[in-house]
Structures are given as C-alpha cells and as structure tokens.
C-alpha cells in the first residue's frame, strides 16, 4: 500500500465563544492515500466539518485554536506553517469543495474568470493565458457548452452546474488531494449521483486521495475505502467501509445505519 498522503495525528480543534470554549475535534487521527477514499460520517455538530477545514487552516484564528495535533502532508505540519506558505498549498496541492457553491463563488464575476484566477495565483502570468485549461477543466466536470459556461455568472447556472463549476475550480491546479465537504447536499437525488460520479470519475483518473465529508451512508456505501465515524468530536470507531457498513462494532455507528432510510415492499393486504 503507498504512502499516505496526508497523516492527522490527535488533532484537537478549540473554538473560543464568549464565557465558554467549544472542545469541537478532540484527539482525532487519520491517514489519507493516493488512489483512495476516506469518508468521515457523523451527525450534524460530530465535528466532520471542524476536522476538514483545519487541514487548510480554514476555521479563522481566533475563535479557532489548536491545543495539540499534527496535520502532516509531504513531511511538513501544516499546523505550524506560516500563513504564506498556506496559501501556496490551499488550491494547488489540496483543494476543497464545499457544500454551498452559491456562497464560495464570487457572484460579480465570470465562471471562467474565478478558475484562472487558480492557475494564476499558483502558477503566475496573466489569467487570460489559461483560457484553455479552463474550458478543459468544465468539461473534466461534466459540463458541456463549457465556453457559453464559463462567459457566464453564478445565478445564471443550476445548482447543480454551479457544484460542477466548483469541482472544475478545485481541480484545475492539479491538486494531490481533495476535500469534499457535503458536495451534494442541497442537489436533488439526480444530480447528487451525477456529481459523485464525476468526482468518482476523475478520482479514477488522476489517482487523488480524496477526504469525503458527508452524513450519507449511501455516498460513503458508494464513494468509500475507508470510514472514519464521529461524534461529539471524537472518533468512535474506524475501518474500512465493507467492515463498518456490515459488521459496525460502536453502538453509535449501528445506530446511524439503522436510522438510514430503506425501501420496503408493502405486504398485500
């Protein structure tokens, strides 16, 4: 098996809130690969989110603190890099796509404008020199007519163009490593299966590890190597997906699975 891409390691998240401090992550650890896929699952409030945003530095600082952890990606701790040398990783080498694209695209500016922005941050010269590898990264997400796409703004695309807008932009730098937080939660059940199978297609392709946020037992049945479980931020159980789905050891997790809704044949009456 290859060498992690990334290794967390008793990650402890704090958030500062007046008269009191919020213990969100306490003590998690994990390993992300190449070529593979780790889902973290837990109800709303587990943490999932608090734990992906720290391994870009999202969470703002304060409120957010670190008492303890290590967030190590290609030998560097991410917790105790300068802020500078962040921005050079966020986006190039790991990049995130977040559930609400209405509020992470810039609604004054074009489609394909936002994407070079990318490629120009990270690799320098004029936005307008990245007019193809733009149009080619909307069509890598599923999106045709990506030239009419990309002259356009964020209101004027569908939810879930705007989500395939999104994963073009996380991926056009060519990242090592991708952050899914709830990619599909506000899409119809149609348009969530497309755009798992886009990034499952392109997970494929390009052998990324990719770290999956979700509250979807269905997704993480579908997406996953590997399943981390969460609650009240700490991990309560972890393995790969066909033992966690089949055989969950922590009343937690089989609670969750028998909370997932199923289809059942009416017995005639």
């Known amino acids: 098996m290859s060498a992690p891409i990334l290794t967390v390691e008793d990650l402890r998240v704090d958030f500062a809130l007046p008269g009191r401090t919020v213990h969100a992550v306490r003590g998690v650890s994990f390993e992300v690969r190449a070529g593979r ?71 004054v500016r074009r489609i394909g404008a936002q994407i070079a922005e990318v490629l120009h941050r990270h690799r320098g010269g004029r936005a307008s020199q990245y007019h193809d590898d733009v149009l080619a990264a909307l069509e890598a997400a599923g999106i045709d007519d990506p030239q009419r796409r990309a002259d356009q703004y964020p209101h004027e695309l569908s939810g879930g163009l705007r989500q395939r807008a999104m994963i073009a932009m996380a991926l056009v730098a060519g990242p090592r490593l991708l952050i899914a937080d709830e990619p599909t939660t506000a899409l119809d059940v149609t348009v ?26 269905g997704v993480v049945a579908n997406m996953a190597d590997d399943v981390l479980v969460m609650r009240a931020g700490e991990v309560v159980e972890q393995g790969d997906v066909l033992s966690i789905l089949t055989d969950p050891q922590h009343p937690y997790t089989q609670q969750l699975l028998a909370a997932t809704p199923r289809l059942r044949e009416e017995t005639p009456a």
Do not use: C, W
């Open 37 to 107: 896929t780790l889902a973290i699952v837990g109800e709303s409030g587990s943490g999932k989110s608090a734990t992906a945003s720290s391994v870009l530095r999202l969470n703002p600082e304060p409120p957010a603190s670190y008492p303890s952890g290590l967030i190590v990606y290609e030998g560097r701790d991410l917790l105790r890099l300068p802020e500078r040398e962040m921005r050079d990783i966020r986006g190039d080498q790991i990049a995130m796509v977040f559930q609400d694209p209405m509020s992470s695209l810039n609604p």
């Open 192 to 217: 969530q299966a497309q755009i798992l199978d886009v990034l499952a297609d392109l997970q494929a392709e390009r052998q990324m590890a990719l770290l999956l946020i979700t509250h979807d037992l």
